[in-house]
Structures are given as structure tokens and as C-alpha cells.
């Protein structure tokens, strides 16, 4: 821990630097200048991305981040009320920067995100971080119909989908159409292309959203094309070979200097004595529920017997959410994900009722008014220890459950 000095030594050492100053006709130090956030690397898929700059010597940097979607009050006042939670540790993100003045922090990205670090009041430019999505094709072939398979890393619902053709040197367009769904944890898309020609062809899904850079411009996720995927229909020559699929253009921006919020009093004088003046105005006070209003009351990492991949054997597999508060809460948009990134969410209205539970199964099964399924075909839960956290649909962590080995198998957290 860095001590303070007494008061009396800063005292002498201020008048000392200052009479130094007035004898050698040189300025004071200058007052500490406000640290710096670079443009954020744009990353695909779920994962982590080096965020840096640069600080005062030794001060300690506090991240602040806000998923993209919510950004309607990009300022920096809205965003010094979003402290960056760390999730393995507890507390906030921060850290401290070196000797030379530079700062690093690592940090998932699953959207878009908007940031910015501060060092007690003074913080820098607000940053844009985008994410390009990874699209997973697969291919199957049933007489003339070629079916298609995709999946998203992030998995984002409303993803436009069009999956092309190569044809000895050109991609032909519009093979198939749609766009993702959501089914429980997964973002995916079928679709089918009858009387595809005879002989071995490649196909590509490219996801594109208004413009060929973006996927989804709302979320901040940039397009992608999948891999090359073969398909033989019927008998016939091949097609040719694709070139390796370029990269579209990551275009995204490299961050926004917002202008602080202005202090200047109002022209009229205030109605209401200086005592009530102070209000919470919407813009920067956080909405919606309280830390700990939902809980993770009990999570079944272990399935029990011997783990298979069986529907029913990842069904042992749940987490339980419990009601805390008084008053019903909506969960419309809320998600559980693990320290992995796998995610389920709440696609819909669901209303838990006061001190009610709710449980989620790893597995496929039709959800029930207290019984939801996340719809996956592998365990998720790591026995030997993991992090669940639950977050709001204006990504505020509500809560968190640790465990470091396997114990009995499930934690009452």
C-alpha cells in the first residue's frame, strides 16, 4: 500500500519547488493530465481484447464500459456510473500504470461495448469496441437440394444470412437467404437451395446487415464470412476451388471525444431552496433492479452419475434464480453465462414472481411456467470450478456464484 505524506512534508515541498521556481525563473510541475484510451483491436468472436493507453505514473485506472446497444446517453457522465465489474475477482476492473506512464487491462468482449478509463475525476476519451462475428457452415446434400446449417459466435439473434456459390471464379449471390434465431443459448439459421448443379461445389455464408460491413450495426458486430464448405450433387466436375475468403473491411470507429457536461449555472433562479435542489435525473442515475435482487440460490455443476452425452444426463445439469425482492421482476433479456462465455438468455417475457424460483436445464425440453431449458447437447458446467454471473438485459451484473473444486457436485452459492 502506498502511504500518504504528512501534511506538514507536502507543505514544505510545495514551498520548496515553488521558491526553487521564483530564483531559476522556471513553471511548477504541471497539474496531472487526463489518461488516454487507443483504439480498441477489433477481435472475432466471444473472447478477450488488450485494452491500453496511458496515465500519471503510478495511478490507478478504473475501467468503465456499457454494452453498445444501450448507448443513447454516450456522455461521460452517463458512463462514469457504469463501472466495469470484474468478474473473477469481485470488485471493479482497474489497474495501475507502470513507470512510463502506460496502462493495460484484458477483457471479454461478447457485443459491442462503449469505454472509457478514469483516474479519480479526470477520464479519457470514450472508445467504440466492436466484434466480429464467426459464422459455422455446415453442408449436406440430398439429391438436387443442398441444406445448409449456420451458426454465430456471438450468438445474436437477426443476423442476415446469404449463403453463395462458387462457380469456376465467381461467387454466385443469394443461393439462400435468412437470418439467425434464437433457440435457447444458440443463434442459428436452416435453409435448403434446390437443383444446385451436378459436381462439387463450395459454399460460403456471409452475414451482412444495411451495409457489407456490419452484421449488426445495433450491436456493434462486424460481418464475416464462414469457411468454404464442399458439396457433391449427384455426378459431375468440380466447379473449381475458392481462393481463401477475404476479411471484410473492418471498418469501426476510433473512438469519440465527448464534450464533459457543462456546469454553468441556469439563467433563472431555482424555485426550490438549495437544500432539494439535488435530484437523480434519469441520465445518470442507474436503472433497474438491485445488486442481488435475483440470486443464484443453487447450481447442479455435476450432473449426477457418470456424465454422458445424453439429453438426460445434461439435464441434470441446472441453475436455480430466486426472487429476493418483494415485487415481481421481468427477466425479458437477461442472461446467465458462465467464465467460458456460454450464454442463455431470457428471450422473452418472463415474470418471477416475489421470493419464486426458477430453474434452467442445461438440456433440450419444453419450458414450463418454473422450468426452463437452455437447449444445449453438451455439459456446461466445469465440475472442477467455475463462475456463473447473471446480468440484466442493460448488462448490470446482479449477481455471481464461485466454486474452486467439485465438492458435492452442486453450490448453494
Excluded at 475525476?121 to 440430398?142: E, F, G, M, P
Excluded at 441444406?147 to 450468438?155: A, E, G
Excluded at 443464484?296 to 449426477?304: L, S
Aim: contains cysteine; glycine residues 10%.
Amino acid at each position: 500500500m502506498h502511504r500518504r505524506p504528512k501534511t506538514i512534508l507536502g507543505s514544505v515541498a510545495a514551498g520548496a519547488l515553488a521558491a526553487t521556481a521564483a530564483v531559476f525563473g522556471v513553471s511548477p510541475a504541471s497539474a496531472a493530465t487526463a489518461p488516454t484510451f487507443n483504439i480498441v483491436p477489433l477481435r472475432t468472436a466471444w473472447g478477450p481484447v488488450t485494452l491500453s493507453g496511458s496515465a500519471e505514473p503510478g495511478a490507478n485506472v478504473e475501467l468503465y464500459e456499457w454494452a453498445y446497444v444501450w448507448g443513447s446517453d454516450w456522455d461521460k457522465a452517463r458512463l462514469s456510473q457504469e463501472k466495469a465489474v470484474d468478474y473473477d475477482n469481485g470488485g471493479f476492473v482497474h489497474t495501475t500504470a507502470n513507470s512510463s506512464g502506460q496502462w493495460s487491462i484484458t477483457r471479454n468482449l461478447d457485443s459491442g461495448h462503449v469505454m472509457m478509463v478514469g483516474v479519480g475525476n479526470d477520464y479519457s476519451q470514450i472508445r467504440k469496441a466492436a466484434l466480429r462475428v464467426k459464422a459455422d457452415l455446415s453442408v449436406t446434400v440430398s439429391g438436387t437440394t443442398v441444406n445448409f446449417d449456420v451458426s454465430t459466435d456471438p450468438s445474436q439473434p437477426g443476423l442476415p444470412i446469404e449463403i453463395q456459390r462458387y462457380d469456376n471464379g465467381t461467387w454466385v449471390r443469394n443461393v439462400a437467404t435468412g437470418a439467425t434465431s434464437q433457440a435457447g443459448n444458440a443463434a442459428t439459421w436452416s435453409g435448403s437451395a434446390a437443383n444446385q448443379p451436378a459436381g462439387t461445389s463450395y459454399y460460403r455464408a456471409f452475414l451482412e446487415g444495411d451495409d457489407t460491413n456490419w452484421a449488426d450495426k445495433s450491436n456493434y458486430i462486424v460481418a464475416n464470412y464462414s469457411e468454404n464448405q464442399s458439396a457433391t450433387v449427384g455426378s459431375g466436375s468440380s466447379h473449381g476451388v475458392p481462393p481463401t475468403n477475404p476479411t471484410p473491411s473492418p471498418v469501426y470507429d476510433t473512438g469519440v471525444v465527448v464534450t464533459p457536461p457543462t456546469t454553468t449555472p441556469p439563467t433563472t433562479t431555482p424555485t426550490k431552496p438549495p437544500t432539494t435542489t439535488p435530484t437523480k435525473p434519469p441520465a445518470t442515475t442507474p436503472a433497474g433492479p438491485a445488486v442481488g435482487s435475483i440470486q443464484f440460490t443453487r447450481i447442479q455443476y455435476n450432473a449426477p452419475g457418470v456424465d454422458k452425452k445424453t439429453n438426460k444426463s445434461i439435464n441434470g445439469e441446472y441453475f436455480r434464480l430466486t426472487n429476493k425482492t418483494k415485487s415481481t421482476v421481468n427477466l425479458k433479456g437477461w442472461i446467465v453465462r458462465d467464465a467460458a462465455g456460454n450464454l442463455y438468455r431470457f428471450t422473452a417475457n418472463y415474470y418471477l414472481g416475489a421470493g419464486k424460483n426458477v430453474y434452467v436445464r442445461t438440456g433440450k425440453g419444453s419450458n414450463t411456467s418454473s422450468t426452463r431449458y437452455w437447449g444445449k447437447t453438451k455439459h456446461v458446467w466445469n465440475n472442477g470450478g467455475d463462475v456463473a454471473y447473471v446480468r440484466t438485459s442493460a448488462n448490470k451484473t446482479i449477481d455471481t456464484c464461485k466454486w474452486t473444486k467439485p465438492g458435492k457436485g452442486y453450490t448453494n452459492c
